[in-house]
């Protein structure tokens, strides 16, 4: 009998979700969402008062948590079977890609703009997306697509 | 590409959790590999092969 590999499903909500592996995988990007929506959203103008070197501290502290988190997930799938290896590398470069993609689109549709007409001229900050907090949505969003169009092709 | 993989694990009378515990992968892997949705890698098809006691093609067969 051999080690049992890991599942993509541990992760994704359903039968085999198991609360452990997802804190283990996805706790640092968990981590740096909440950094992120804490300083960049919901206190974000006391933050804009704070020192540069504490605002650039905090900058660094998200971007820590998310390299920390993209060695988790390499660890994760090399745990995987080829198979899952295989799916599991499609959909992350599906999703980041993605994220990446349509916060770009974003960031030059409103640099255009295109949303103070469409919205209206926002009373603080901009329609500016460009936070790992969004980006963290982004990409759970993209992943659910991405896991189930590739799951669906091994069904 | 064809194979053997459902008759041989029906001979022992396994199912594909106690093939896929024998040979390291998933559940899910056993069936893709069964219903030809997946192609296993040289290595995987070498434990197969061995698992059976049998020849890579003896078990696969490449279609065309």
Same mark, same amino acid.
């Given at each position: 009998?051999?080690?049992?590999?890991?599942?993509?499903?541990?992760?994704?909500?359903?039968?085999?979700?198991?609360?452990?592996?997802?804190?283990?995988?996805?706790?640092?990007?968990?981590?740096?969402?909440?950094?992120?929506?804490?300083?960049?959203?919901?206190?974000?103008?006391?933050?804009?008062?704070?020192?540069?070197?504490?605002?650039?501290?905090?900058?660094?502290?998200?971007?820590?948590?998310?390299?920390?988190?993209?060695?988790?997930?390499?660890?994760?799938?090399?745990?995987?079977?080829?198979?899952?290896?295989?799916?599991?590398?499609?959909?992350?470069?599906?999703?980041?890609?993605?994220?990446?993609?349509?916060?770009?689109?974003?960031?030059?549709?409103?640099?255009?703009?295109?949303?103070?007409?469409?919205?209206?001229?926002?009373?603080?900050?901009?329609?500016?997306?460009?936070?790992?907090?969004?980006?963290?949505?982004?990409?759970?969003?993209?992943?659910?697509?991405?896991?189930?169009?590739?799951?669906?092709?091994?069904? | 590409?064809?194979?053997?993989?459902?008759?041989?694990?029906?001979?022992? @009378?396994?199912?594909?959790?106690? =093939?896929?515990?024998?040979?390291? #992968?998933?559940?899910?892997?056993?069936?893709? *590999? /069964?219903? @030809?949705?997946?192609?296993?890698? =040289?290595?995987?098809?070498?434990? #197969?092969?061995?698992?059976?006691?049998?020849? *890579? /093609?003896?078990?696969?067969?490449?279609?065309?």
């Amino acid at each position: 009998m051999n080690a049992k590999p890991n599942l993509p499903n541990e992760i994704f909500w359903g039968k085999e979700y198991s609360w452990r592996m997802d804190s283990k995988v996805n706790g640092w990007l968990a981590l740096a969402a909440v950094i992120s929506s804490l300083t960049d959203i919901i206190f974000a103008h006391t933050v804009k008062q704070w020192p540069m070197e504490a605002r650039v501290g905090i900058v660094l502290a998200e971007f820590l948590a998310l390299a920390l988190w993209a060695r988790s997930v390499t660890q994760w799938i090399r745990g995987m079977d080829e198979l899952h290896r295989r799916i599991m590398t499609s959909v992350m470069l599906a999703a980041v890609g993605a994220t990446f993609f349509f916060m770009l689109l974003w960031h030059c549709l409103n640099r255009a703009g295109l949303f103070d007409v469409l919205f209206g001229k926002p009373k603080a900050g901009g329609w500016d997306i460009g936070t790992v907090c969004h980006g963290f949505l982004l990409f759970v969003l993209f992943y659910g697509i991405a896991q189930a169009i590739c799951n669906r092709r091994y069904k | 590409m064809k194979n053997k993989l459902r008759e041989l694990r029906a001979a022992r @009378e396994w199912s594909q959790s106690d =093939l896929a515990d024998r040979l390291g #992968v998933s559940r899910q892997t056993v069936n893709a *590999i /069964e219903t @030809e949705k997946y192609d296993p890698s =040289l290595p995987l098809a070498f434990k #197969v092969a061995k698992l059976f006691k049998q020849s *890579i /093609e003896e078990i696969f067969e490449a279609e065309g």
